[in-house]
């Protein structure tokens, strides 16, 4: 038996006993323990370290809120920390270590900052990390060599650096209700909603749903509520429209009654079932949410409040109740209203000691005074507890008369011997979900505490969430929630009758005991009330300074605990009312998250592949591929042994000498048809189209609405009211977005329609002299000759067997052709054309040799059309039609887009013939002070096998002015620096004659 | 966030992308008025509260909407086609093929 399990009662399983470790010892445990509460069981009260002062800390409450047991678990070689123990499952094989000490949590050298309280006090950091300002030290970085030292004292747990090999899952749901709390308020809910056949989700945090149902010691419907709870969850499970969600906290509250929740699936266990992820994240779209959320106990502030075995009454109520745990041998109690005489009841029913019941109030209730005449010790109202004794565990408390009113001590203090204080600030209502679909949360003077604010969402609240305390008013009303909720009328029905006990939760309006010594506010931030008062003397006077200045509510916990007292003492400070100073909204998530569920199966590389329809052939035939956006294309097919450089350079050779073969499906397509097709087509382009030929391609250039240019590709008149609009790969998404909002939003009355259809066609250009031969040799049902298929002509034919659709034009400045069929037959007709092209040594080349080739004739491509140049700066203003006004004909000639300093197009020969990179500058001169003045950048660079010497595209200030002069090229992060010639950017056949040919 | 296309119904909005102001309007094609131009490019209105702005059911139809929220409280008043808005001047000037 371990030392502080009851010999009876709780809601474990005593017949089932766990084995975990802590801090290396190991424990037992039984099934239905939290690590909490298996720790207190075996009398450990010392869970951690403080995160700043290093003070020893114990466990203060029973839930989620818990700000002091943080603890890390460990498995394998991955490390969790910041897991409140009170949340944590124990399982067997459990590993837990407790965190922020060194060298252990017995001995912890960091507990010197106990001694420097006033350095550490609030805006520490904001006034230590400043540096020196004056000595030797002044203006060095001697203060960021000591803030590493200090930021491994300060902290809570330590993550791991292993990769955390857990699963996660994401899941939708839709529902009517969402009922958030499985309390007495959320199951009445439930089941009032799921009676009217409607679709409900009931989420709870805690493995047993039932809240406060689970370690009440009241009675509900003739039965333990424990057993009344269990007996209306089996129930609700046994519906078809219910769906229960354990151990899932509903975190965030989002527009479109749209809720996050997180289910901690397979937390308490060692290892999740075959096919169970670690954590799942919901997200819950639902016609109307019940908040049955219930409340949060609120410490009290007075000097040594944070000493182990000082805990919430509530807390000690439930390891008494629901775990059968004596936290302690001898009790005390401190309480600014009756609720906590509920747990005193508890403790004496299980066998506990009470040594005395200090009540700060002067005057109580009878039913409060009658149980503390039932429990026995000693009772002390009008007294408050003014320090706590003991080192790592409380051995006893100092306690002096107390006015209420006035909140003077008076009298000589006296000590009472006792290792475990209840504490209890009075309650304030889980509100966080609502503050986030809502407006201002309300003050209430009597609860002392901010209500749920008005909803500007579809929720409706129930229970301790509407700071009403009792179990009876719960029931009713979580009753009337479900049905407003389901949408069905109010209805009274007989209510499951419980027990009255008569106490009253109002507190009274004091929550901080003004003596010497630290009081703390904010346990797991370590702010003490003297810091908040301090942050009040530097002038913070907003809480949202406050809380930033002081840290307050800023931890794991985010102030659920140290919200109310902290703005309590503000008040105070300020001599104004809780409701003028304020609140800070609650934000999501309520709860920590792990990331990992938000992201869940999207990790790694997941964007999606694209793949032309030749990709397997190019994978057989040698070819490195290479990354364009989505897209993979062939880089270069090398031979053994052949450098990058010396394959692109005889492919490109091969093509300008003979015949090549490129894959161009990642083009991208757009179908443009209907009777204004060619209308819409002058309007988004600069030149024109409707004038085009049936059977014939032109070049075209579009502009952005700003003027600078947006795209450029061929467009092909296949009838006449059909057009085959070609984009760059990059652009191709882009251009149809722009073009749909133009025809959609612009000119709806155009009779267009646009579809993509880049993944429809497969694309292979044949270029080189040889290439009408190779054509000729394959083709049937058209001629490729000059007379059928010239410049820019369109024919239509087959190449063994399959349809195809050929159009003559080049990028590569070769004789060339472009072969389109549809996606199935790609690698068909690409084989067909390789098979016929073998007599005159085709080869397939790469972007490699495609880039070299477009250099060497000046095209532009996505590097030069960068979102910053004009048509006239790559010297396409030929291509601006001056008869008609298109996209971006009126933006494009204003100021700043024409005349001197515009960057243009040139071509750049290094002298040196040394390979120069893109993104290089150039500069007029080369300065021995380092690089400045840029005139330009080098935007591709290649080695031309046509003119045997490295050239490079540029855009340079003023630059077809500067053809012919000199300049440097100055690339400081390669160390590459020399002299370059600047020229035309038609390096090669700039008449075009060889494609003309 | 949810936004009821006219055609497809309530969708979430990442089938959606923002497609900008909606409260531009097009100047004619032909005009040169540099002002207005510049206006329709560049100037946007950022109002807290009630705004008109253009979404693309980019995941969907493909529609553009014109879709009136409120930028404090994410409501969404209205939903419309951007077509029926009228954000262009009229091209009275040139004749469509449809009527050609």
Redesign the interface.
């Known amino acids: 038996m371990s030392p502080r399990r009851a010999v009876s009662g709780g809601r474990i399983d005593r017949l089932r006993t766990i084995r975990f470790t802590f801090d290396g010892h190991s424990y037992t445990g039984h099934a239905g323990d939290t690590l909490a509460s298996a720790l207190l069981a075996n009398g450990v009260t010392l869970f951690g370290r403080s995160f700043k002062y290093h003070r020893p800390r114990g466990v203060l409450t029973a839930g989620v809120e818990e700000p002091n047991a943080l603890v890390t678990v460990l498995s394998g070689a991955v490390r969790e920390p910041n897991i409140p123990a009170t949340m944590l499952e124990v399982y067997d094989g459990l590993i837990a270590e407790s965190q922020n000490r060194f060298p252990s949590l017995e001995y912890d050298v960091g507990a010197i900052n106990q001694l420097g309280g006033k350095l550490l006090g609030a805006g520490f950091y904001y006034k230590t990390f400043m540096g020196p300002v004056i000595g030797p030290l002044k203006g060095t970085r001697f203060w960021m060599f000591c803030e590493h030292f200090i930021r491994r004292a300060a902290g809570l747990g330590r993550a791991g650096t292993e990769r955390e090999p857990s699963r996660y899952e994401r899941m939708n749901a839709f529902c009517d209700v969402l009922v958030v709390g499985a309390g007495p308020a959320g199951l009445m809910a439930a089941k009032a909603a799921a009676d009217k056949g409607v679709r409900v989700i009931l989420a709870d945090l805690d493995a047993n749903p039932g809240g406060s149902a689970n370690w009440s010691d009241e009675t509900i419907d003739g039965m333990a509520a424990a057993d009344w709870a269990a007996e209306t969850v089996r129930e609700l499970k046994a519906r078809e429209n219910v769906r229960m969600l354990p151990r899932t906290t509903v975190w965030g509250y989002y527009d479109n009654n749209t809720l996050a929740a997180l289910e901690r699936v397979a937390d308490h266990k060692l290892a999740p079932a075959k096919g169970e992820p670690r954590h799942r994240q919901w997200t819950i779209r639902t016609g109307a949410v019940v908040l049955a959320t219930g409340a949060l106990e609120r410490p009290l502030v007075f000097p040594g409040n944070d000493r182990p075995g000082v805990m919430l009454a509530s807390a000690v109520e439930r390891y008494v109740n629901q775990y059968g745990v004596l936290p302690g041998r001898k009790f005390a109690i401190f309480t600014n209203n009756d609720s906590a005489y509920r747990a005193a009841l508890a403790l004496k029913k299980a066998g506990g000691e009470i040594a005395a019941i200090v009540d700060l109030r002067e005057k109580i209730s009878p039913a409060a005074r009658e149980i503390a005449g039932k429990v026995g010790g000693a009772h002390h109202t009008g007294h408050a507890v003014i320090d706590t004794e003991g080192g790592k565990q409380l051995t006893g408390i100092k306690v002096q008369r107390f006015d209420d009113r006035t909140g003077v001590l008076s009298d000589d203090p006296r000590n009472i011997p006792a290792d475990c204080l209840l504490i209890s600030g009075g309650w304030s209502p889980t509100i966080h979900l609502a503050s986030q679909a809502g407006l201002n949360p309300v003050w209430s003077d009597e609860l002392q505490a901010f209500l749920p604010p008005q909803a500007t969402q579809n929720w409706v609240g129930a229970g301790g969430f509407n700071g009403g305390f009792t179990t009876a008013g719960a029931l009713a009303e979580g009753h009337a929630a479900g049905l407003k909720a389901a949408g069905a009328p109010a209805a009274a029905i007989e209510l499951p009758a419980v027990d009255d006990d008569g106490l009253d939760p109002k507190p009274a309006p004091v929550l901080e005991i003004k003596a010497k010594g630290k009081a703390f506010v904010d346990h797991q931030h370590d702010v003490t009330a003297d810091d908040v008062r301090l942050a009040h003397q530097e002038g913070f006077v907003s809480v949202e300074h406050l809380k930033r200045y002081t840290t307050l509510g800023m931890a794991t916990d985010q102030g659920k605990s140290s919200n109310v007292p902290g703005l309590a003492i503000m008040a105070d400070a300020l001599g104004k009312q809780i409701p003028e100073v304020g609140t800070t909204r609650f934000r999501p998530p309520f709860a920590p998250v792990s990331v990992g569920s938000l992201a869940a199966e999207r990790y790694g590389d997941i964007r999606p592949d694209r793949l032309t329809p030749m990709h397997d052939w190019h994978l057989e035939n040698g070819a490195t591929m290479y990354g364009a956006g989505l897209w993979h294309r062939p880089m270069i097919y090398a031979l053994p042994g052949e450098t990058v450089e010396q394959a692109y350079v005889r492919e490109t050779k091969t093509v300008r000498e003979g015949v090549g073969l490129v894959d161009v499906s990642t083009l991208g397509k757009i179908a443009v048809q209907g009777p204004d097709a060619g209308e819409f087509l002058d309007r988004v382009y600069t030149n024109m189209f409707s004038t085009l030929a049936v059977g014939k391609a032109r070049y075209g250039l579009m502009l952005r609405e700003d003027g600078l240019v947006l795209d450029d590709g061929t467009t092909w008149r296949l009838g006449q009211h059909d057009f085959l609009m070609t984009t760059t790969t990059a652009n191709a998404g882009k251009v149809m977005q722009h073009l749909e909002y133009l025809l959609d939003v612009v000119w709806p009355e155009l009779k267009v329609q646009l579809t993509s259809v880049t993944d429809q066609w497969a694309g292979a250009a044949i270029a080189g002299p040889k290439s009408r031969d190779v054509l000729a040799a394959c083709l049937t049902g058209t001629k490729a000759d000059n007379e059928t298929l010239p410049f820019m002509g369109i024919v239509r034919g087959e190449i063994d067997g399959a349809p195809v659709m050929i159009c003559r034009l080049s990028f590569s400045g070769e004789l060339a052709y472009e072969v389109y069929c549809g996606a199935g037959h790609g690698t068909h007709v690409w084989e067909a054309l390789m098979k016929a092209g073998k007599p005159f040594g085709i080869v397939p080349y790469g972007l490699e040799a495609l880039g070299t080739m477009r250099i060497e004739k000046g095209h532009v491509t996505g590097a030069e059309i960068d979102g910053r140049t004009t048509a006239r700066d790559l010297h396409l203003d030929w291509m601006l039609s001056k008869k008609k006004p298109f996209v971006g004909s009126a933006m494009m000639d204003r100021e700043g887009l024409v005349g001197e300093g515009r960057l243009q197009l040139v071509g750049i020969v290094p002298l040196n013939n040394r390979p120069v990179n893109g993104g290089a500058h150039i500069v007029e001169e080369l300065y021995e002070d380092g690089p400045r003045d840029s005139i330009g950048h080098v935007t591709a660079m290649c080695y031309s096998p046509t003119l045997g010497k490295y050239i490079a595209l540029a855009l340079v200030k003023d630059g077809k002015s500067r053809r012919g002069t000199r300049a440097f090229v100055s690339d400081p992060l390669r160390k590459r620096f020399g002299p370059v010639e600047i020229v035309s950017h038609h390096f090669y056949d700039p008449e075009g004659n060889r494609m003309h040919g | 966030?949810?936004i009821t296309c006219p055609y497809c119904g309530p969708r979430d909005v990442s089938e959606y992308?923002y497609?900008g102001d909606g409260n531009r309007t097009?100047?004619d094609?032909?005009?040169?008025d540099?002002e207005a131009?510049?206006a329709?490019?560049?100037d946007r209105l950022n109002p807290r509260g009630e705004h008109h702005e253009?979404w693309?059911h980019?995941g969907g139809c493909?529609?553009?909407l014109k879709v009136t929220r409120n930028t404090l409280?994410?409501v969404i008043s209205s939903v419309g086609f951007?077509?029926d808005?009228g954000?262009?001047k009229s091209?009275g000037h040139?004749k469509?093929?449809?009527e050609a």
């Not at chain 2, 094609?29 to 040169?32: D, G, L, Q, V």
Request: proline share 6%.
């Open positions: 966030m949810l992308s497609q097009r100047p094609p032909a005009s040169t540099q131009w510049n329709y490019v560049y253009i693309q980019s493909r529609a553009h409280t994410h951007a077509r808005a954000h262009r091209d040139r469509t093929g449809a």
